[in-house]
């Protein structure tokens, strides 16, 4: 089964009754929450259970680490990004979580949940109530409070349990150390004073290479003394006892390990060592990389890869605080900061080149480091944020977090000090690309517009190519202009071909071919299968389905709608398997549409149903609105007029309501529907149900439409059954 937990390199020590305890109660019900305090071992216990039940998740067993997230908004984002959904750029992706996971079966570990609890404890809500086979196994220092929740309440480890513990990570900083003999009193002690912190215990036992055991009694007894003095009424004991050990291990690293490790506080999530070194500043790089293994050895930080490290939460906070005192925090972070900006600039030259996996590979795990250095320079260096806005559009885009890129583009852009300055121009065109990513046309096509002046004014051949695509590309779905649109869109290929990066090119010729197609279809034809070479030539292939995408127009539009239909089930095949849920939303809609037209009514609507699901999920009304039309087509063969007519109605009031014109293939499925339509109702029955449909909300549209999903079966049985596996209404198959 597929899945994602941490590995541990030392087997669970003294759980076993707590794992056979927590995975009964998984049995039982469907929410499980470890709650107990900082250090106690909750993580580890979480994932030792998701192990053992891995086998009985038929869509895997997902680890999500919550810790990084300082905006709550974000923990539907934080579980997609985890188990590997594609979701939509919205600004609420809880509906887009909910319907991406509503047929799947699997286990879900949600890690330090305590920090975003309120919207942790929706989440889960939501998703249990409308995800009859998906579980969740939550770990927080207090519950969700939820009706369906089961909280396990964990204890520290006995003694024996800590000892062993102590022992094996002893044995591992110091293969020579020994529990035995004259040790094990110490040992014990130790453990006893640790109260059985699974952590503190950790943190201990990785010093016993530097010390002998009785020092390391000494003086944690000690700094216990003196804190337990000075703040018994403000902490529990326990939280005393961790305070207490992490700033025993603070003091027992050298004054290099102690300011490299209060710098790396400013890390968020995972980090590679080359941004560590970055921020260790002054420091060569030979000196640092022994730092970072020796503060690994010390369990200050954790090592998730040859290259690549992460701090636990709370040992983070506490470099924080080290380095806030130290007076350090505005350099450390202003060389964090920089050193994004620059991979910011590395991932924009790099778009498009190799392949689409490995590019996402070597930029995603930054993500949260990457919000971290637009957080500080937003109100710091707004020079440098417009420098990693102008270069993450992409990024944002093809992490699927285009909706979250747009909001923070838009906040930059907004705080320019010269925004009508020619520097200016690429942050518009990045909040133009997302914007038209997000299906925000109007707001693609303004800002478009404004980067085109600015590099109109500064001779900026380049950047004007890229805003006169966007604004060529806007203006063509918002249905402005089609001349001006085909003119720019000509122009900007002329200049991105020019350019010699094929991806770009391909891009921008299918941009251009699509338009061109409209008034000349057998040059934009050949064109788009120009483009769809070019793009099969590349390691990208979410731009391969999507040229294939507007090939199977053309040719459904030339009267080949068996081709258009054929390559259109091609492309959902691969959609699918590659878990593009936007690209198959556009592959299914277009789909129903040819299969409407042809009168396979049946699958029709199958199809138009699933590509409407989707849309919903993505809260894209426009992705929506175009199969409900299809959908309305099939009804109306069926015999349902009436709602046929209301549907229609709603759709030609959505069209004028958001100023959109019909592309051709719509506009061919709307005719075909009045035809239909115009067998039973004469013009002013036609024009009142129409008047009807006009008036009804989203929702109720949305209601009429796939209320009573009768499945008409009769004809097209045999079709039907032939692309059941194509079109079943799980969207991450």
Known sequence: MPQNLPQYPIPIIGREREIAAVAAALHRTRIVSIVGTGGIGKTRLAVEVAQALSPEQRDGTWFVDLAPLLEPQLVPHAIAA?????????????????????HQQLLLVLDNCEHVLHVAAEVVEALVAACPNVRVLATSREPFGIEAEHVYRLATLDEQSAMELFAEYACQADPQFSPAGRNLPVVRDICKRLDGMALAIVLAAANVRSMPLGQIRARLDGRLRLLKAGSRAVMLPRHQTMQALLDWSYDLLSERERRIFRKLGVFRGSFGRDAAQRVASNEKPEETAAVLDALVEKSMLLRESSDRYRMLESIRQYALEHLQAAGEER??????????????????????????????????????????????????????????????????????????????????LAALEQPNEPQAAEVLLAVSRLALAAHIYRRSFETSERARVLAERSKNLPVLAEARRLSGRSRYLLGIDPERSLWDLHDALEVIRGEGRPFFTARAQRDYASALAQKHHDEGLRLLMDALRMAEALDWPRLTVHVQINVAEREFRSGDADSAIARARRVIEMVRRRRYPLQLR???????????????????????REAISIGRTYELQADIAVPLQSLALALAH????????????????????????????????????????????????????????ARMTDEAALELALEDEVALRGKDEVALGQTADLVRPNIDA
């Open 82 to 102: 985890a188990i590997g959904l594609e979701l939509s750029p919205t600004d609420d992706f809880a509906e887009a979580l909910l319907s991406a996971m509503r």
């Open 331 to 412: 350099e450390a972070r202003s060389a964090h900061a920089a050193f994004f900006a620059e991979l910011s600039e590395w991932a924009a030259s790099t778009f498009g080149e190799g392949s689409e996996e490995e590019w996402l590979a070597a930029t995603a795990p930054d993500l949260d480091n990457f919000r971290a250095a637009l957080d500080w320079s937003r109100d710091r260096d707004r020079q440098l944020a417009a420098r990693l806005v102008a270069n993450l559009a992409d990024f944002w885009e093809f992490n699927n977090l285009a909706g979250e890129g747009l909001r923070r583009s838009e906040v930059i």
């Open 586 to 608: 556009h592959a299914l809609t277009n789909l129903a549409s040819y299969l409407s037209i042809k009168g396979e009514d049946a699958e029709a609507l199958e199809v138009a």
């Open 638 to 693: 069926a015999g349902q007029a009436s709602k046929a007519a209301r549907l229609l109605g709603y759709v030609d009031a959505f069209y004028d309501r958001f100023a959109m014109k019909r592309e051709l293939t719509e506009a061919i499925v709307q005719r075909e529907l009045l035809a239909s339509l115009a067998l039973t109702f004469g013009d002013r029955e036609l024009e009142h149900e129409m008047d009807l449909g």
